[in-house]
T-cell receptor
Framework: EAGVAQSPRYKIIEKRQSVAFWCNPISGHATLYWYQQILGQGPKLLIQFQNNGVVDDSQLPKDRFSAERLKGVDSTLKIQPAKLEDSAVYLC??????????????FGPGTRLTVT | AQSVTQLGSHVSVSEGALVLLRCNYSSSVPPYLFWYVQYPNQGLQLLLKYTSAATLVKGINGFEAEFKKSETSFHLTKPSAHMSDAAEYFCAVRGSGYSTLTFGKGTMLLVSP
């Protein structure tokens, strides 16, 4: 079974530029999560999708971050414009359902973003 | 609200020694608790989980954790450390959302020969 795929693995941009990350969850998984992991901290949930609908985006900085999952499969997270404090690893995770997500989430390898 | 505190950002052990990583939680509801491991440049992998069944939970790679409600703890242990156990370990509690997770800051486990 293929795992959660993310690209790119690494990205370096200057502040005020824009960037996008892509995630393809495990086939058949309805629920998709984006987490931000700043160095020295645990992952923090940014947004959660159930199919193509947003379940929770309460911690997403909506003035600069946006995410979509148009067809209920893969997802894109965008930052525009980026700030220095956005430097982090962005992790995508998926679970079969919302219910099963409370028991196990499967994580991708992450995208390491450096903003200079 | 739910929160997790991991004591010690770094823990060093010798190969073959006992591993003990500490986690205390705060939860307004009966907690579901998790331990994840993260190897360098990889995503998180579930080690084990407590979901209100047995208080002693066994996971992969010889790890286990015991849920102690009176101490609000869920410490992770392994009797004998192996070099391959060197990684960062995160304790998490199921958050306010039905399937959202709140993570601790992580503990880096260093294993020396």
């Amino acid at each position: 079974e293929a795992g959660v795929a993310q690209s790119p693995r690494y990205k370096i941009i200057e502040k005020r530029q824009s960037v996008a990350f892509w995630c393809n969850p495990i086939s058949g998984h309805a629920t998709l999560y984006w987490y931000q992991q700043i160095l020295g901290q645990g992952p923090k949930l940014l947004i959660q999708f159930q199919n193509n609908g947003v379940v929770d985006d309460s911690q997403l900085p909506k003035d600069r971050f946006s995410a979509e999952r148009l067809k209920g499969v893969d997802s894109t997270l965008k930052i525009q414009p980026a700030k220095l404090e956005d430097s982090a690893v962005y992790l995508c995770a998926s679970s079969e359902t919302i219910a099963s997500g409370g028991y196990e989430q499967y994580f991708g390898p992450g995208t390491r973003l450096t903003v200079t | 609200a739910q929160s997790v505190t991991q004591l010690g950002s770094h823990v060093s052990v010798s190969e073959g020694a006992l591993v003990l990583l500490r986690c205390n939680y705060s939860s307004s509801v009966p907690p579901y608790l998790f331990w994840y491991v993260q190897y360098p440049n990889q995503g998180l992998q579930l080690l084990l989980k407590y979901t209100s069944a047995a208080t002693l939970v066994k996971g992969i790679n010889g790890f286990e954790a015991e849920f102690k409600k009176s101490e609000t703890s869920f410490h992770l242990t392994k009797p004998s450390a192996h070099m391959s156990d060197a990684a960062e370990y995160f304790c998490a509690v199921r958050g306010s959302g039905y399937s959202t997770l709140t993570f601790g800051k992580g503990t880096m486990l260093l294993v020396s020969p």
